[in-house]
């Protein structure tokens, strides 16, 4: 009997390598300005970026017409800070006058905290000032990270820190203060957002909105749980994690509750050990992700390819 085939079409979409986590050193706590974050994430091979600066979404407009010159795809981004989770902002309108209020909002929360944190700090005997830390970060919604800055660069700072701590190296020194138990780290209440206002807000402007590094802020799953019920619309992988952290749970967890994985780097500066992603990775936006995504303020435009198979 002569054997029969038959052609199968098989639909492919473009792949396009993405980081949807970073910071500038303008508007929140990292290294580089807006334009040099796209500037290496062009480098790299990251095809579509965002922005998202600590409760702030100004890089976006500091940096867009760059990444357009580079043939990349910049997504207005933020994130936002709750007591316990940070929440990134994705693909909302920039232009929303009501966001950006509520952005502003958040910062002030943060600011306080701030300024509760140098308070403590001042008790101990550093010379760190609020004045200090907003010369060096005057557009930024400032935090732990701004306050380790200015411990590092202040020479008042530097000088007293040597001499109370001879023989610490500048991360022992920071995580006696600033770390997860140091003396300055936990405000009791902690300052933020409600979850629920957050995703409320972001999605009233259009964008779409998920959850930071999970592994880092979840503590059981039924918290993850309540964050779906509230709205979250995807959760975050950070590949060069994988190896330290179960990110393996939170990857069946989303397959299981129909939601898309986006990938991100939480790049500072490269003395934070979070590298950029690069193209070659795994960090490839995936069909359902760029679906919710055309929802909001930037399109995405990917070309498809059919494959003709004979079987």
Known sequence: ????????????????????????????????????VVEKSSRRGINILA???HDNQRGY???????????MILIPGAELTTPKYHLLALNFNPHDEKFQEFLEYSRGLQNGACKERVEILQGEGIPI???KINAQFPYARVGKGNIRSVMRKDPECIEYLAKKHPGLSEKEVYFYYMGRDGIASNLEPRAG??????????????????????????????????????GIDFLE???MFKNDFPYHIYEEF????????????????????RPMLEKGGENILSPKLAEILNGGFIKIQIKETREVLKV
Do not use: C, W
Not at 61 to 71: E, P
């Open 1 to 36: 009997m002569e054997e029969q085939s038959s052609v199968v079409g098989k639909t492919k979409m473009e792949t396009k390598y993405i980081d949807f986590h970073t910071h500038t050193r303008l508007y929140s706590d990292g290294g580089f300005t807006p334009a040099e």
């Open 51 to 53: 922005i998202t600066d």
């Open 61 to 71: 407009h500091d940096a867009r017409q760059l990444a357009k010159k580079k043939g």
């Open 129 to 131: 000032t609020m004045e």
């Open 193 to 230: 957002l409600a979850p629920q206002e957050a995703i409320d807000a972001v999605h009233a402007a259009g964008g779409i909105i998920g959850i930071a590094h999970p592994p880092k802020d979840i503590d059981e799953m039924e918290e993850l749980e309540l964050l779906v019920k509230q």
């Open 237 to 239: 992988i950070q590949p």
């Open 254 to 273: 989303a397959e299981q509750n129909g939601l898309p994985v986006s990938y991100g780097s939480d790049f500072h500066d490269p003395d934070m050990g």
